[in-house]
């Protein structure tokens, strides 16, 4: 029996826009978790952090609170932007970079602890600002710690289920992502469709975390 491709692009879209923006978002926030002396900057560690502690159903359960139409948030939205989040692909998009953000800030953010402070120092002193600084000195010396976040959050966004089941629901060729459509084959016995969906996000994993580590250690070389 052939299987339905769509929650599988379906995937692998979600899990690259989620990539694209956090890598965005992750860099200047590692960056300024690796560099600043901020006194509360362990309180903003932890808020990163709790996606790593907490089931994604807890996080999925209270981001549905938030973005729900009822909600002060989820209200605002829909009435000034016409964006309801709840069961949309966007809503899976938000939901995904809030869940998948310490998997790329954290990398980052050990990757340019890691480097000499004389460096950073030095493009001072040559009269770099601290943008140029990150952008043409600390990054280029930090490339396996930019290729693990990336990889990190596109393959934990792929696994997701969850927070996109309580967040996106489960409509065809919106919200039904793969991880959806095994346990749907699941619970209708139609084990063979799951295996295939199953072995093709398995094989997706595999593929990815192969070419990283070969990439990383051609780096490291």
């Not at 309801?84 to 953010?109: C, E, N």
């Not at 619970?187 to 969906?197: C, G, K, M």
Request: charged residues 10%; aromatic residues 12%; neutral net charge.
């Amino acid at each position: 029996m052939p299987i339905d491709w769509g929650p599988i692009w379906l995937t692998l879209r979600l899990a690259g826009i989620t990539t694209f923006i956090l890598l965005f978002i992750g860099v200047p926030l590692a960056s300024w978790l690796a560099l600043s002396r901020f006194r509360l900057k362990p309180l903003i560690e932890t808020f990163i952090s709790l996606p790593l502690v907490l089931p994604p159903s807890v996080v999925g359960f209270y981001l549905l609170l938030a973005f729900s139409p009822t909600s002060w948030l989820g209200g605002w939205l829909l009435d000034t932007f016409n964006v309801q989040l709840v069961f949309s692909f966007v809503g899976l998009v938000v939901a995904s970079l809030l869940y998948s953000l310490p998997f790329m800030v954290h990398p980052i953010q050990a990757g340019l602890e890691n480097l000499p402070s004389s460096w950073r120092e030095a493009a001072y002193t040559l009269g770099q600002s601290p943008i140029r600084t990150l952008w043409y000195v600390l990054l280029p010396n930090c490339k396996p710690a930019l290729l693990t976040g990336i990889v990190l959050s596109f393959a934990h966004t792929i696994g997701e289920f969850g927070l996109v089941l309580m967040i996106g629901g489960n409509l065809p060729g919106q919200t039904r992502v793969a991880s959806i459509a095994i346990y749907d084959e699941v619970e209708l016995l139609n084990f063979d469709t799951a295996h295939t969906y199953a072995v093709l996000l398995l094989g997706i994993s595999f593929l990815i975390l192969l070419l990283v580590y070969g990439i990383n250690k051609r780096v490291t070389i």
